[in-house]
């Protein structure tokens, strides 16, 4: 199609839109190279660039390369400068590198282009699709939960051998060296298995404290006959001292 008016010194191109006969328009124009030294401006060729303004707001690269296939190739895309503060919805703007000379000029020439529409969800659907994003499936959340478990497991490991070689040698109140194993539990495997695991590591390091804790009192126990035997042991050889029936050999 023969190019329509220019508006304000730009070529209007229409472009469709979803579920309708109703178009969008972008502007184009030739872009005329600045000699203000700018590098931005060293990569947009003088004779093979059109800017164009008024694209779509959920436009990228992607679908600009695939909107102007039948316009030409494209060397590369330049897309215009966007402040943090700008608003998202206003309409985005690009320099167009094209391979050739008689790309530019044929873009600059066409009235409308049959592109496909950017899919972006809208009304109804944004809800839904926003709805579904956040409540995934149940095999999501078992992903999920099961990635967490196997993170925590493997703290919960380290940090127990971590404690372990911090016992290691460790000599305790009553002057007696703590024993700690060296081996470490194999993991266990599949799901069910996995779900298991805290609570018989769990278990595991009860039993652990329960029987460490039976042989301190043991030892205790041992500790106190001991002296109690010498307590005695001392009376009586002060009983035979006091009776001069004591002879130590």
């Not at 039948?70 to 943090?84: K, L, N, R, T």
């Not at 006091?242 to 002879?247: E, I």
Request: contains cysteine.
């Amino acid at each position: 199609m023969a190019a329509s008016a220019l508006v304000g010194g730009y070529h209007p191109v229409a472009l469709p839109l979803a579920h309708g006969v109703f178009k969008r328009y972008v502007y184009v124009k030739k872009h005329h190279v600045k000699d203000s030294g700018d590098t931005s401006e060293s990569i947009l060729a003088a004779d093979r660039t059109v800017y164009m303004v008024n694209l779509p707001t959920d436009s990228d690269d992607d679908w600009l390369r695939e909107c102007l296939a039948s316009v030409g190739s494209i060397q590369h895309i330049v897309p215009g400068a966007q402040s943090d503060n700008s608003d998202p919805l206003l309409a985005k703007t690009a320099h167009v590198v094209f391979k050739s000379k008689q790309a530019a000029e044929k873009l600059l020439s066409l009235s409308a282009i049959d592109c496909a529409v950017p899919e972006v969800a809208t009304g109804l659907d944004a809800y839904l699709a926003k709805y579904d994003a956040t409540r995934p499936g149940l095999s999501a959340v078992k992903e999920i939960a099961d990635r967490f478990m196997a993170e925590f497991d493997a703290q919960e490991e380290e940090q127990e051998i971590r404690h372990r070689e911090e016992l290691k040698n460790q000599v305790d109140d009553d002057g007696f060296v703590t024993v700690v194993s060296s081996k470490r539990k194999k993991q266990l495997a599949g799901d069910d298995l996995l779900l298991q695991q805290p609570a018989k590591k769990q278990k595991s390091k009860e039993l652990h404290n329960f029987y460490r804790f039976q042989m301190r009192e043991k030892k205790r126990d041992q500790l106190k006959t001991l002296r109690e035997r010498f307590e005695e042991d001392k009376l009586l050889v002060e009983k035979l001292k006091k009776a001069n029936k004591f002879k130590p050999e």
